[in-house]
């Protein structure tokens, strides 16, 4: 009952903040949900509808184009997208079920994911529809690429500060004065590429500056900072049209205290 509560209220923050847009789509969408929680499971016919994937919401980041839903029905379903980032690329729906009361089926279809390239997180969902049952299976996507060294600083989350989805995320690398060796790490679908933002430092020297998609890690190396001043430079990491900068950060010297 309270994991219930928690999706309804979820539900309708989401709804709330996007009503305005798309209202008429929204209100469907959000019924459909309630439904779902309330009346998916078995009925007194031994009819069912459960969404088995996404278990909650599917998270994904914004160059990242692939995923599907699954479900378990004892009858004929159809499926549809209520964004337009959402796409089905296979069957969307099937009328080959005869209604069997000891016969539960197993379905799945798959998506493609557009990249997002709006700079602000967002959320679609999918309706599956059987018998007199509509279940939402809802998909969450990031504004920025899978970087995983540095972790990203929060600064705002989606939709509104009582969920734990981020909206706004900076990247910063910070370094030691004496310290020479540091590192990029990141996953992302498609070739990538680094640049500086502004004129290359003489400090700071990258492994290499571009590669492919997959898991990947970029040497940084540094030179001495002999000063007691902070240096900084930012850098852009870009893959699949959606670039993201991440500041390197070198701390100077520490300075000692004088001898009383």
């Given at each position: 009952?309270?994991?219930?509560?928690?999706?309804?209220?979820?539900?309708?923050?989401?709804?709330?903040?996007?009503?305005?847009?798309?209202?008429?789509?929204?209100?469907?969408?959000?019924?459909?949900?309630?439904?779902?929680?309330?009346?998916?499971?078995?009925?007194?016919?031994?009819?069912?509808?459960?969404?088995?994937?996404?278990?909650?919401?599917?998270?994904?980041?914004?160059?990242?184009?692939?995923?599907?839903?699954?479900?378990?029905?004892?009858?004929?379903?159809?499926?549809?997208?209520?964004?337009?980032?959402?796409?089905?690329?296979?069957?969307?729906?099937?009328?080959?079920?005869?209604?069997?009361?000891?016969?539960?089926?197993?379905?799945?279809?798959?998506?493609?994911?557009?990249?997002?390239?709006?700079?602000?997180?967002?959320?679609?969902?999918?309706?599956?529809?059987?018998?007199?049952?509509?279940?939402?299976?809802?998909?969450?996507?990031?504004?920025?690429?899978?970087?995983?060294?540095?972790?990203?600083?929060i600064h705002s989350y989606y939709p509104n500060s009582n969920n734990t989805l981020p909206d706004s995320v900076s990247f910063t690398l910070c370094d030691s004065a004496n310290w020479t060796l540091d590192s990029l790490s990141f996953t992302v679908e498609k070739n990538w590429t680094i640049d500086f933002v502004d004129e290359k430092p003489t400090w700071v020297n990258l492994s290499k500056q571009e590669g492919r998609g997959g898991n990947n890690k970029v040497d940084v190396n540094l030179e001495v900072n002999p000063t007691f001043d902070d240096r900084s430079t930012k850098i852009r990491l870009t893959s699949s049209e959606i670039t993201n900068e991440i500041t390197l950060v070198q701390f100077g010297q520490v300075k000692k205290q004088e001898e009383e």
């Open positions: 009952m309270l994991q219930r509560r928690f999706w309804l209220n979820f539900v309708f923050e989401i709804f709330k903040k996007e009503i305005r847009m798309k209202k008429s789509i929204f209100i469907c969408v959000a019924l459909a949900f309630m439904s779902c929680l309330t009346s998916c499971l078995k009925d007194p016919e031994n009819h069912e509808l459960y969404i088995a994937y996404p278990n909650g919401i599917s998270i994904h980041f914004a160059d990242q184009t692939r995923d599907s839903v699954a479900f378990y029905t004892f009858d004929n379903w159809k499926i549809r997208s209520n964004t337009d980032w959402l796409t089905l690329t296979s069957d969307t729906e099937y009328n080959g079920i005869s209604y069997d009361p000891n016969k539960r089926y197993y379905s799945m279809a798959y998506l493609e994911v557009a990249n997002n390239k709006t700079g602000k997180a967002r959320i679609g969902t999918l309706s599956v529809t059987s018998y007199e049952y509509t279940c939402a299976a809802m998909y969450y996507q990031y504004p920025f690429l899978q970087i995983v060294r540095p972790s990203g600083l």
